[in-house]
């Protein structure tokens, strides 16, 4: 019988509320009993980690990673983002492994290896090869004095501690330190290997990674459908300007077409408030040392320019020259995925 079940007419009221609370402590629990953990990992930082980093830094092959269960799930994902971030990784299944696939190890190779407990059985067979074949072996594991750490090159020890688990069974305190650890490993790996986010875009072309690291340059408006006047003009010019660009501003340039200021909309309303000729210059009416942006800016960047600053438009701006243009609306079109959500 279900425990939270009673017959009691007013406990049948307080159950949901009941429920709701245990639910609440339960996930709470979890939450807080993981961050503890990855606390605990931290801690666990040394020389080892130091020299598994350069150790797959130096690879001339691949990093092979391989685990089972669980582990084997976090072993994908860490091979997925070494991977993207340009260092050559798989994932092997061990069993897979013990059936053919140790063909794929190389001498060059480096081989990771993730068991909480050191003592999967299923992980022997390709640790033992890469051991006897001289391929460094890095394993991820509670134990360091397991069966499988024998083996190992290297040792990387997670927390023993309790999974998060209601039963302590379930990997759950264990698997996210695997991820940490691995995250901290690929990221560690990638500043080494001088990974830029040109290298990232070049890998991820598709995609919403692959649109926020477009540059501004790609998309911007140019040439004509820039908004431009000269210092000189008039309000009435420079209305005329706005309306046939229609977006919301214009450039004001000297006589070196160095972009000195900007009039927009609101600048018009308030002149029109005031009762300001039109033909007073628009000079005395611009926003000086205007907002500009780069046009190597990327979108990842732009989207966080309009966030920060709240202006709809912003020129972009090489060598004090205006040579485009952009409006937020743009990035709405650019993607059609939803870079940019307020």
């Given at each position: 019988m279900n425990s939270f079940?009673?017959?009691?007419?007013?406990?049948?009221?307080?159950q949901p509320m009941l429920i709701h609370e245990r639910i609440r402590k339960q996930l709470v629990s979890v939450i807080e009993t993981e961050i503890s953990a990855v606390s605990k990992l931290r801690e666990t930082i040394d020389d080892s980690w130091l020299k598994a980093v350069l150790m797959i830094r130096d690879c001339k092959g691949k990093l092979v990673i391989s685990g089972i269960g669980k582990s084997g799930n976090i072993c994908q994902k860490i091979a997925a983002s070494f991977t993207s971030t340009g260092m050559p990784a798989i994932f092997v299944h061990p069993a897979e492994a013990s059936h053919g696939d140790l063909g794929l190890l190389d001498s060059r190779d480096v081989l990771l290896a993730l068991s909480a407990s050191g003592q999967?059985?299923?992980?022997?067979?390709?640790?033992?090869?890469?051991?006897?074949?001289?391929?460094?072996?890095?394993?991820?594991?509670?134990?360091?004095?397991?069966?499988?750490?024998?083996?190992?090159?290297?040792?990387?020890?997670?927390?023993?501690?309790?999974?998060?688990?209601?039963?302590?069974?379930?990997?759950?305190?264990?698997?996210?330190?695997?991820?940490?650890?691995?995250?901290?490993?690929?990221?560690?790996?990638?500043?080494?290997?001088?990974?830029?986010?040109?290298?990232?875009k070049q890998l991820h072309p598709g995609g919403n990674l692959g649109t926020?690291?477009?540059?501004?340059?790609?998309?911007?408006?140019?040439?004509?459908?820039?908004?431009?006047i000269g210092l000189s003009a008039s309000i009435k010019e420079a209305i005329i300007e706005m309306n046939s660009k229609s977006l919301g501003c214009v450039g004001i340039i000297n006589h070196r077409n160095q972009y000195i200021g900007i009039f927009t909309d609101g600048d018009l309303r308030r002149?029109?408030?005031?009762?300001?000729?039109?033909?007073?210059?628009?000079?005395?009416?611009?926003?000086?040392?205007?907002?500009?942006?780069?046009?190597?800016?990327?979108?990842?960047?732009?989207?966080?320019?309009?966030?920060?600053?709240?202006?709809?438009?912003?020129?972009?701006?090489?060598?004090?020259?205006?040579?485009?243009?952009?409006?937020?609306?743009?990035?709405?079109?650019?993607?059609?995925?939803?870079?940019?959500?307020?």
């Open positions: 079940i009673s017959a009691d007419p007013q406990m049948q009221t307080l999967t059985t299923e992980l022997l067979d390709i640790i033992q090869y890469a051991a006897q074949q001289r391929i460094p072996v890095i394993l991820v594991t509670k134990n360091p004095t397991s069966p499988l750490a024998n083996f190992a090159s290297i040792i990387l020890q997670i927390p023993n501690l309790p999974e998060a688990c209601v039963n302590g069974l379930a990997p759950t305190t264990s698997t996210t330190c695997q991820l940490v650890l691995g995250d901290a490993l690929v990221v560690a790996v990638m500043s080494l290997r001088g990974f830029t986010a040109q290298n990232f926020l690291l477009i540059p501004v340059k790609n998309f911007m408006y140019m040439d004509d459908r820039i908004p431009l002149s029109l408030e005031a009762q300001v000729s039109l033909e007073e210059l628009v000079s005395q009416y611009m926003t000086p040392s205007p907002l500009s942006i780069s046009p190597e800016m990327t979108i990842a960047e732009l989207v966080t320019f309009f966030k920060e600053t709240g202006v709809p438009n912003v020129f972009v701006v090489k060598n004090k020259m205006p040579v485009g243009i952009v409006h937020v609306n743009q990035l709405a079109s650019i993607s059609g995925r939803g870079v940019y959500q307020t």
